[in-house]
């Protein structure tokens, strides 16, 4: 078993035996967003809103699955996870009230993975607050303490929820995330983080909404710390540290005018209110709103329409007093149920509908000071962080603390202050919001999204980046931009991107239908030559999920970000399988480890007409898409410093320059991940400015190394591999076809 022993140095992660390590990684498992017991991903409505009996034991997968995909991942070079979980999975039922056997079973699985050599860190998750406003995270529970009823967004678009749609295979794609600036969204965030300064009338159980929340999540938070420390075996040795919340938003703190869009809110999809019209509506007032678009130039207006709840409010009545008798709080009497809490607090009048105070939220209304984004940032969200991180120190005491502000937003100014925390990582966020949004790879041109919100242009046309090249290149200029102002902000401190990813259901999902992946093998591959480009400390990829399939995607949301599906087939691992007869006993041996037969377009009918493969046709073939691109060379571990590394997929070359302070020893030298599908050992062309090198494969994960010991100073390395096309492992239109019969138990082996 290697030593995983990891440490902050600086800038960078180093390990046990000083060498840098550049963390290659995946976040697992989409599948943790929604519960096991009953199932309940984003398209199903049944027992939907029995929220408070539920269960997350099973998430991300079985302990008995825990083998195959964690030893899957490490055989596809990652050696990070981001472990996703959600405040709802440890305290769905209620304030207080922690779910043991999750807490017992996560303890499990990450016991699993450390056979498998990860490095974990903690997610506490959440998109959108909660599964009951159209996302994930915290529980139904703190809706309800809010003075919110979840059966009440529906008609009043409150939030938009993919659970409670007419048709859920219908629901617009990516319209989730527009629940950020709809009621639900605003009004929770806004508690959770300034509820003291805007809501002085939400006291529940004897303190503001806003402590109520925060200690609570806090207190879930620390008590699987907790029971992580006390298991006595997994901090250090795999789990290394702690994220805080994902994808912090401001809800309405320093918006300036809530009558308008902000100019600031770059996503407008579907109804689109203002933030007073999204009031109204919660109250059961009919509005007439503007609708959008979202196409290859971003948000265009296509019209207006009349939001009508017909008098149901999103808010909880007087009469829903058992409500409060369940939970057990006791509300302020000050706090009317039944009326709008902004209502409540003067910003709008209820008898004239009225707005009163449209700047309410653009300053602290106590003091009068102004707000916008970088102030919250600096305050509202930095405090939370430090009760957050204070919390688990106070477990952990060494915990790699992985701080993540708001998403493409200016990071908090850290440097040189007492929050300038050695042991800190700078954790962010970044997609390609044209490809995402559009689910397009547009080879014509995209923007440069970063430089429009840091106001790098006079106009955001200069923004607009023409030809693929200058794409790939703007892709990598955001994130080494991203990369210099975290030491300008953060200070010295790695930098990780904890998400980034592409959409695979692309063109109305024509490569489900055709089986081409040329276009998202060219979006993944531009992703990995940015991140690579940036010089940051590595990624984690989003996302793993177990149960993704082409009807359903990642079973959350219409998303399909997963690089591995149901309804793909096994990319080939190498010749050693490509060029086995299925029926001989050579193929048989290699595969007795319990792996699925990897099967590609070459030998997918050999595989299925051979009598051998025929009778396991329900457990094969299964596997991951666009592979070529994310299955690539990466530095493991650097005896020295890493100047720059990059994979060229087209020319299958990878070249890695380096600076040593002294020459390596014989038991720590430069390691590098070669994915043996690009790199087989008897085709591979290795130039070195100096030393000596060997292929190495793990006996534990079937990883293939290559293992370089070099002298002191500027070293350099470049390796060439197998070329291929782009998609030339695609699936044919006649292969899909069959394959799918197959499936359904429908085909007839010839």
Known sequence: ??????????????????????????????????????????????????????????????????????????????????????????????????????????????RIAKQ????????????????????????????????????????????????TYDIPAEFPKMIWSTNYTRSVCQTMFTLFWAGRDFAPKAIIDGVNIQDYLQDHFIAACRYLAQKIHDAGDLENDVVIGWESINEPNRGLVGVQDISI???????????SPTAFQAMLTAAGRACEES??????????????????????????????????????????????????????????????????????????????????????????????????????????????????????????????????????????????????????????????VIGVLRGKYWTPAFAVKIGETAIRNCLRDQLKFLRDESLNYMGNHPL???????????DDKNAYKTGDYSSQTSA????????????????????YATENTHQWGDFWNGEDLSIWSNDDLELPGGADTRSLDPTSPAYSESHSNGDQPQIDTRNLKRALTSPSISSSLSRAPKGYRAAEAYLRPSPIYVSGQLESHLFDLQSCTFTMSLTAQAATTSEAPTEIFLPEFHFPEDQTAISVSGGKWEFDVEESTKIQRLLWWHAEGEQDIKIEGVKRKVGEYSNSVEEVSYLEQCQRGQCVIM
Not at 319 to 330: A, L, P, T, V
Request: with cysteine; charged share 25%; hydrophobic share 35%.
């Open 1 to 110: 078993m290697g030593l995983l022993h990891l440490h902050v140095d600086g800038k960078v992660f180093r390990d046990s035996r000083n060498r840098e390590v550049t963390l290659r990684g995946i976040n697992v498992a989409g599948d943790a967003k929604y519960p096991k017991s009953p199932d309940l991903p984003s398209f199903v409505s049944d027992k939907f809103f029995e929220a408070d009996d539920v269960s997350f034991v099973g998430r991300p997968f079985s302990l008995e699955d825990a083998h195959v995909h964690f030893k899957r991942l490490r055989k596809w070079g990652y050696n990070t996870i981001r472990y996703i979980f959600t405040w709802e999975a440890i305290e769905h039922s209620g304030p207080g009230k922690y779910d043991d056997e999750w807490v017992t079973f996560t303890i499990e699985v990450l």
């Open 116 to 163: 498998y050599e990860f490095y974990v860190f903690m997610d506490p998750h959440q998109d959108v607050w909660s599964r009951l406003s159209g996302g994930s995270g915290a529980p139904m529970w703190t809706l309800y303490a809010a003075g919110l009823d979840p059966k009440g967004f529906k008609k009043t678009e409150a939030a938009l929820v993919q659970n």
């Open 261 to 271: 869009i902000p100019p600031e809110q770059q996503l407008q999809l579907g109804t």
């Open 291 to 448: 609708t959008w678009g979202f196409g290859n130039f971003g948000p265009y207006q296509t019209g207006r329409e009349l939001v009508d709840p017909e008098g149901e409010s999103a808010w909880l009545l007087p009469e829903d007093s058992d409500i409060e008798q369940k939970y057990g709080w006791n509300r302020d009497s000050g706090w009317k149920l039944g009326e709008c809490l902004w209502a409540q607090h003067g910003v709008w009048d209820t008898t004239s509908d009225t707005l009163l105070e449209k700047d309410y939220f653009s300053k602290v209304p106590k003091t009068g000071e102004k707000l916008d984004y970088e102030v919250f940032t600096n305050t509202y969200f930095l405090n939370h962080y430090r009760a957050y991180r204070d919390a688990i120190r106070a477990v952990w005491p060494q915990s790699i603390m992985l701080c993540q502000p708001p998403v493409m937003e200016v990071p908090p100014d850290l440097k040189g202050t007492v929050d300038d925390d050695p042991n800190m990582v700078h954790a962010v966020h970044f997609y390609d919001g044209l490809t995402l949004m559009t689910k397009h790879w547009n080879r014509l041109y995209n923007v440069d």
């Open 496 to 506: 990780l991107f904890t998400e980034i990813g592409i959409p695979y259901d692309m």
């Open 524 to 543: 993944m591959d531009a992703n990995h030559y940015a991140l690579e480009g940036s010089m940051g400390n590595g990624f984690t990829l989003w996302v």
